[in-house]
């Protein structure tokens, strides 16, 4: 069964530090990897999301690196703000033979918050 | 697009009641999927469908737990009787593909059963 984990649990960074989340997972097998942002009281919001043949995607100040064989990827977001507060979620999607099954399993999250 | 809508936002009930959770996906994702958050599990995917056509119920809990997606622009989730265990934050989401593309999050029905 796939787990999936997510260090640090939370995070506080003063304003404008370049940041690492990390995210593992004991299956290597997946179709792909997505990193999601949640505020409080809402939805997911898809940050990246990163094919299991891709290394990295890179939207912004934010940078998604994916190490399949070892069961990692990190989120590095850059130069953080005050709005970048969140939890950040990842999640690997399971799939074999070129074909994705539509699961995602999700870690439990990093809870982020940048202040002033 | 308004995006994924989920009524009722919140609803609280007593134990053994029906609850009914509805979702209305974007138009034109052909997937939908019911979520359901607790601070102790997590996220866990319950089910989801393709064309209207559950594919894997295989995370829903017990008998308790039905949905249905009787055309493309509506789904529910319904639990009876309800527990007090039952209690989360249910999410529906939906998407055009299946692993190429992300999944489009509802705002979630937060249930509380007494």
């Known amino acids: 069964k796939q787990e999936v984990t997510q260090i640090p649990a939370a995070l506080s960074v003063p304003e404008g530090e370049n940041l690492v989340l990390n995210c593992s997972f004991t299956d290597s097998a997946i179709y792909n990897l997505q990193w999601f942002r949640q505020d409080p009281g809402k939805g997911l919001t898809s940050l990246l999301l990163i094919q299991s043949s891709q290394r990295e995607q890179t939207s912004g100040r934010l940078n998604a690196s994916l190490d399949k064989s070892s069961g990692r990827s990190t989120l590095y977001i850059a130069a953080s703000q005050p709005g970048d507060s969140a939890t950040y979620l990842c999640?690997?999607?399971?799939?074999?033979?070129?074909?994705?099954?539509?699961?995602?399993?999700f870690g439990q999250g990093t809870i982020l918050t940048v202040h002033p | 697009d308004a995006g994924v809508i989920q009524s009722p936002r919140h609803e609280v009930t007593e134990m053994g009641q029906e609850v009914t959770l509805r979702c209305k996906p974007i138009?034109?994702?052909?997937?939908l999927f019911w979520y359901r958050q607790t601070m102790m599990r997590g996220l866990e995917l319950l089910i989801y469908f393709n064309n209207n056509v559950p594919i894997d119920d295989s995370g829903m809990p017990e008998d308790r737990f039905s949905a249905k997606m009787p055309n493309a622009s509506f789904s529910t989730l319904k639990i009876q009787p309800s527990e007090p265990r039952d209690s989360a934050v249910y999410f529906c989401a939906s998407s055009p593909t299946v692993g190429a593309d992300t999944q489009y999050f509802g705002p979630g029905t937060r249930l509380t059963v007494l």
């Open positions: 999640a690997v999607g399971v799939g074999a033979g070129g074909t994705s099954y539509g699961k995602l399993t």
């Open positions: 138009s034109g994702h052909d997937y």
